[in-house]
């Protein structure tokens, strides 16, 4: 069983920075793939990014790709999304999720998600 819980969002203007946490509970989630995805109003939640248990694989979205980091800290069961040159259309409610494997939670998501965090980039 793991239990995720995603914080750091909130408002920052365009080219700024923002960075996400995730904490997990539960031994398994160092042995868990962790990834990010968003959803804006009105449009389908979006895969952001994702990176294995052992860090050595990360996945991210183009519209992401030069711009966002992912990483994570086994020894914390802590996930990280650094978010730089912010854009407005960036804002969305961002969700921490784990699964077994990064191929899974990168198509579709994992079977634990976290409760979201809003992050809102004004213009």
């Known amino acids: 069983q793991v239990q995720l819980e995603d914080s750091g969002g909130g408002l920052v203007q365009a080219g700024g920075s923002l960075r996400l946490s995730c904490a997990g509970t539960?031994?398994?989630?160092?042995?868990?793939?962790v990834g990010w995805f968003r959803q804006a109003p009105g449009r389908e939640r979006e895969f952001v990014a994702a990176i294995s248990w052992n860090h050595e694989t990360v996945q991210y979205a183009e519209a992401v790709k030069g711009r966002f980091t992912i990483s994570r800290d086994n020894t914390k069961y802590m996930a990280y999304l650094q978010m730089d040159r912010l854009k407005p259309e960036d804002t969305a409610v961002y969700y921490c999720?784990?699964?077994?494997?990064?191929?899974?939670?990168?198509?579709?998501?994992?079977?634990?998600w976290g409760q979201g965090t809003q992050v809102t980039v004004s213009s």
């Open positions: 999720t784990a699964e077994p494997y990064i191929a899974d939670v990168s198509s579709r998501g994992g079977a634990y």
């Open positions: 539960g031994r398994a989630f160092i042995n868990y793939a």
